[in-house]
């Protein structure tokens, strides 16, 4: 009988297993696509190789998670669906001004906060996972994996909260020190432009 009970837990343990491991799977879709956005978009060297980097990882975090799903699921299908991101959604409107005003430098500062928030909700996630795991008892294999998983995120996420400030900071100083050149420039170009008329003028 109590054999017949610890089979049971042992069985709801699993599939409670299978359906977080799915969920965490379905988020590491939807991350691997954002990734891959993030990669073509961004236009800080350092940010992107991290990224890049990252993206790597999470391909390798995939297939770890499906092959957990797999074995603990006994042949399931890994799910392919793609998860919601824990992006902020912003208002409507004011998402479309921020959108339409913003420039590359400006959306890249947007942007690295956005991947810091991901990364830390991902670490929340695991961390959950990991703790309701060891409270069912499930198989230690698959802690151990989550466990892994955790370690990145954690890794990521603590390189982007150091790393960001300082980019956001260089950032917007160029932008600053571009804008100033531009203005520079502009009135150069109409000192030269008013100096022509002069000469060209006197020739008359
Ligand atoms: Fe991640």
């Known amino acids: 009988m109590s054999h017949q009970l610890d089979d049971n837990s042992y069985s709801s343990a699993n599939a409670i297993a ?3 491991l799915n969920l965490a799977l379905s988020f590491e879709n939807a991350s691997v696509e954002r990734l891959e956005k993030r990669l073509s978009e961004c236009i800080v060297p350092e940010v992107k190789q991290k990224i890049l980097h990252h993206l790597d990882q999470t391909k390798k975090q995939q297939e770890r998670l499906r092959e957990r799903i797999r074995v603990l699921g006994t042949g399931m299908t890994p799910t392919s669906e793609k998860g919601r991101l824990a992006i902020p959604e912003p208002p409507h409107k004011l998402k479309m001004m921020i959108e339409s005003s913003s420039s590359d430098k400006e959306r890249e500062v947007w942007e690295s906060l956005n991947d810091l928030i991901i990364e830390r909700a991902e670490a929340i996630m695991y961390r959950g996972g990991i703790q309701a795991l060891q409270l069912l008892k499930a198989d230690k294999k698959t802690i151990k994996e989550l466990e892994k ?3 990145e995120e954690e890794a990521f996420g603590d390189w982007l909260e150091k790393n960001n400030p300082k980019v956001a900071k260089r950032l917007m100083t160029t932008q600053i020190e571009d804008k100033k050149q ?13 100096e022509e008329e002069a000469v060209s ?4």
Request: proline share 0%; glycine share 8%; hydrophobic share 35%.
């Open 149 to 151: 998983c955790l370690k």
């Open 18 to 20: 299978v359906a977080g």
């Open 182 to 194: 531009g203005k520079k420039k502009m009135r150069k170009t109409t000192q030269e432009e008013k």
């Open 201 to 204: 003028a006197a020739a008359v």
